[in-house]
């Protein structure tokens, strides 16, 4: 019953809506206090300014303009406030959210909350309510009033917390002035802390088995995910080219013990393109309602197993088709020898569709 009143800390609901919120954004973050001359307008400076006719026609005629760090400007603040917008909101709040990058509140400066999506939150400030961060790391070095969470990365607390400190996938490091009104709670990951911390309230684990680290996860966000691309030439990706070169591999392998195979099937789709296409397009429609189907049958369960692995190996094919046909673009001007073998155009087809991966 502990661990569930644990787990009731994380405040459920307000992860959720931050989840909600990153996927809703266009990838832009929103900061809602700054520690430049330009962002230390106050709220009620720029409410004056909208009551001015004047003013306000100024406003609706600028464009949205940044700083020489890309966060959004005085100007283009006041535009969100007159769409709506939810940074405007957070802004309002008095809330520094961050998603794509970092959020950092420096010392000396207040928030209600600071929260980074795809981020690492740091604050070294004054917080009233939570330090959240989502695929990132969370460093405290000010006073929090309520929790301090991380999901999926590590989290490092020498001040005092309100509420309690939750880390979710990650470790959680204590300082010598680390002080924890409520409990400790480490779910995948490990706990070390100074002779001199407190934890009023208890520490918590939960062990899923081996700790393993998400520093690789997080260079594939920053470098590809955040740019819409699979591969990169970036530090701490070597799993994600091995990954590739290795089903690389697999293709060319297949094509080899398969080839005549593989040239029907590219045959086929060069000489019904339209048909092929449509069968593919009807088979990704119709296979999430056959699980349905077979969930709600309750006997189909036993199936579904068997169907997924089926269909894993119905893609794995259809992409080695995909790459043959390409690759045949290049190896169609030799009608015999080697060069025309199915494997030499999967290969070909395949360094294509790798370089093309690097392109944002």
């Excluded at 990704?284 to 309750?298: C, G, N, S």
């Amino acid at each position: 019953m502990k661990s569930f009143k644990c787990f009731q800390s994380m405040r459920i609901s307000g992860l959720l809506w931050l989840a909600l919120l990153g996927m809703a954004s266009t990838g832009v973050s929103a900061q809602a206090q700054q520690g430049d001359a330009a962002s230390s307008i106050s709220t009620a400076a720029i409410e004056s300014a909208d009551g001015n006719a004047s003013s306000a026609s100024s406003v609706a005629s600028s464009s949205v303009t940044t700083d020489r760090d890309g966060v959004w400007t005085e100007s283009w603040y006041r535009e969100a406030e007159n769409r709506g917008d939810w940074r405007h909101e957070a802004r309002r709040r008095n809330e520094l959210v961050s998603i794509g990058h970092d959020a950092r509140l420096p010392a000396g400066q207040r928030a209600e909350s600071v929260i980074a999506i795809l981020g690492s939150a740091t604050s070294e400030g004054e917080v009233s309510k939570d330090v959240v961060s989502i695929l990132g790391n969370t460093r405290v070095t000010g006073p929090v009033g309520h929790d301090v969470v991380s999901v999926m990365g590590n989290v490092y607390i020498n001040s005092n917390v309100g509420h309690d400190v939750v880390a979710v996938m990650g470790n959680v490091e204590l300082g010598p002035q680390a002080v924890i009104d409520g409990e400790l709670v480490a779910v995948g990951g490990g706990v070390s802390r100074d002779p001199a911390a407190v934890v009023r309230g208890g520490v918590q684990g939960m062990s899923l088995g081996p700790k393993i680290g998400f520093a690789w996860l997080r260079s594939w966000i920053d470098n590809c995910l955040l740019y819409g691309r699979p591969l990169a030439i970036a530090p701490g990706l070597g799993w994600a080219w091995a990954l590739a070169l290795l089903s690389l591999f697999f293709y060319v392998l297949t094509a080899l013990m398969s080839p005549r195979a593989v040239d029907r099937c590219v045959t086929t789709l060069e000489e019904s393109p339209g048909y092929s296409l449509l069968a593919a397009l009807l088979a990704a429609l119709a296979t999430p309602i056959l699980f349905i189907l077979l969930v709600i049958t309750l006997i189909g369960i036993v199936v579904i197993p068997f169907l997924g692995i089926a269909l894993l190996c119905l893609g794995f094919f259809g992409k080695l088709v995909m790459l043959a046909w390409l690759g045949r673009r290049v190896t169609g001007l030799f009608t015999s020898g080697a060069l025309a073998h199915a494997a030499v155009a999967t290969l070909i087809g395949g360094v294509i569709v790798t370089a093309l991966y690097l392109v944002p």
